[in-house]
């Protein structure tokens, strides 16, 4: 796939709707949303809700994880919060997570072992059977997760209000499923 050619086509199609959108883009964000997600190539945060550009604040990495000693996702939750005024926050976990697997079958790859310690944190390991899933593991890891950004220090000093939302993504059906604090 051609990376440009498709930039190109995007253009084309966006100007055809609105030939004003990319001078109305440039003039700052204010999106709504601040979305936690995996960086996962099949889980695009705007592409699966069909958002328009400057809607979504994203930030992304290995399982959607909360960790407060993670200075990138500092950074962002305090910009969203603080400079855009999101509105609500979103964590995005998806089924068939590489992450959460590496987690569950014990990963031992020197390189992953400080991400994947973080993800075993969040999960039940000892309790798990047949009857916890790969994807109810990831279930319960946004579940979590959503706990851990309840107590971020950032989001203590700047997220008061803002709602959280918690939702799985089914690779095999493209649904979002939203799930319960």
């Known amino acids: 796939m051609d990376i440009q050619k498709q930039n190109e086509l995007f253009v084309k199609e966006t100007i055809s709707e609105n030939k004003l959108y990319f001078s109305e883009l440039s003039k700052g964000q204010s999106p709504e949303y601040f979305v ?71 990963n031992q790859e020197p390189e992953l072992q400080y991400w994947v310690n973080s993800i075993k944190e969040n999960l039940p ?33 700047y997220g008061e209000g803002i709602q959280i939302l918690g939702f799985l993504f089914h690779l095999d059906s493209g649904r979002l499923e939203q799930l319960e604090n």
């Open 125 to 157: 390991l000892e309790d798990r059977s047949e009857s916890l899933s790969l994807d109810d593991m990831s279930r319960v890891n946004v579940i979590k997760q959503i706990e851990k950004l309840k107590s971020h220090p950032i989001y203590k000093k």
């Open 36 to 106: 936690l997600s995996c960086c996962d190539s099949r889980v695009s945060p705007s592409v699966i809700s069909q958002m328009p550009l400057g809607t979504m604040f994203v930030h992304r990495n290995i399982a959607n994880q909360v960790n407060k000693d993670d200075e990138s996702f500092s950074a962002s939750l305090y910009y969203a919060l603080h400079h855009l005024k999101v509105k609500k926050i979103i964590i995005e976990g998806h089924t068939n997570c590489g992450g959460v697997a590496a987690a569950c079958n014990n």
